[in-house]
């Protein structure tokens, strides 16, 4: 049998050239890598340090990863929701910050809805304020609550409602401030742990509380009025205190100062009646002795404090004045 020269150089059409074998095995190999990147992406996750991984598996709760790199069962037979419990949510009720920093930009608009409020005595009050929360619970904010910073917000101007309504328009602008913002957030705590949100109240701020505008001069009038009363008080207690501590001092220091004379005078009375006893009893024993050196004692104290001095015999009937006896007299 004879072959055909052309039969040795021409290929066959039943056997595959080279070029379509490497076609279809690129093709192949593709669509492993493909997969094979799907089930990798599908099966490998990473949790952040300020979150936790809540995995479901066909819809239930299975498990939850704490931050670091995980496996799970690839494609949708496994779900990973990752929740930031480390993070403290803000939500803002009267204004909306646009772009915050330095220099915060508040978007404009009206947002009377949520700030203006009726106070306990009808007055009314324009009141912003914002709310600081942490998730606490990361199951119970998944799967027991659908909208949960709805809920949270819409608890926030209920217990802020229900607070400012019950306090007068002047608590609400002044002193009262630091009290309902904790009060709202005790009420705000425990509707949210009812509803079983797993939301934790970190702090309430009242960034500004306000008359509404119609009403806001005469609301300004008032305050001055009561800022210059308040005033006038803190400048009468002042004088009060530098007052009444300085004549209290000087009362203690006259009673202490007579307190004094009168223990000296009393020691000294008692002294004058100790000595006076022992020399009636030296002149109950001796008294012609005792009257002499009493007399010379009593001369001793009045003679040298005289200028002239008149000796008188007491057997002398009248009186002559002796104009001579001087001291030169006396002398001679």
Do not use: C
């Amino acid at each position: 049998m004879e072959l055909d020269p052309d039969m040795l150089i021409r290929p066959s059409s039943r056997i595959p050239s080279l070029k379509s074998l490497a076609e279809g095995g690129l093709a192949r190999w593709i669509v492993i890598g493909i997969v094979a990147i799907i089930l990798l992406a599908t099966t490998f996750y990473s949790v952040a340090t300020d979150e936790v991984g809540v995995v479901k598996r066909l819809g239930r709760h299975v498990r939850t990863a704490q931050p670091g790199l995980h496996m799970k069962l690839p494609f949708a037979f496994e779900k990973v929701h990752k929740v930031r419990v480390k993070h403290v949510f803000k939500e803002e009720f009267g204004f909306a910050t646009e772009r915050p920093g330095v220099r915060t930009v508040y978007r404009r608009g009206d947002f009377s809805d949520q700030s203006l409020m009726l106070t306990g005595d009808l007055n009314s009050a324009v009141v912003e304020w914002i709310i600081q929360y942490r998730i606490q619970d990361p199951i119970k904010y998944l799967f027991e609550v659908r909208g949960v910073p709805e809920t949270i917000r819409d608890v926030a101007e209920v217990a802020m409602r229900t607070i400012v309504g019950d306090r007068s328009v002047t608590e609400v602008l002044t002193i009262g401030r630091r009290e309902v913002a904790d009060q709202v957030q005790l009420r705000m705590q425990e509707i949210l742990d009812d509803y079983g949100t797993g939301v934790e109240v970190v702090t309430v701020n009242l960034k500004d509380v306000n008359p509404p505008d119609p009403v806001k001069p005469a609301f300004n009038e008032v305050n001055e009025a009561k800022q210059e009363r308040e005033t006038l008080i803190n400048e009468a207690w002042a004088e009060y205190n530098s007052a009444i501590p300085a004549a209290e001092g000087e009362a203690q220091r006259l009673i202490r100062d007579a307190e004094g004379y009168a223990v000296a005078r009393v020691n000294r009375a008692e002294g004058e009646a100790e000595r006076f006893l022992a020399v009636l009893n030296e002149y109950s024993r001796a008294r012609d002795v005792t009257k002499r050196r009493l007399y010379l004692e009593a001369m001793n104290d009045i003679l040298p404090k005289l200028e002239n001095t008149y000796v008188v015999d007491p057997e002398l009937r009248n009186l002559i004045p002796l104009l001579q006896l001087d001291k030169k007299g006396g002398q001679q």
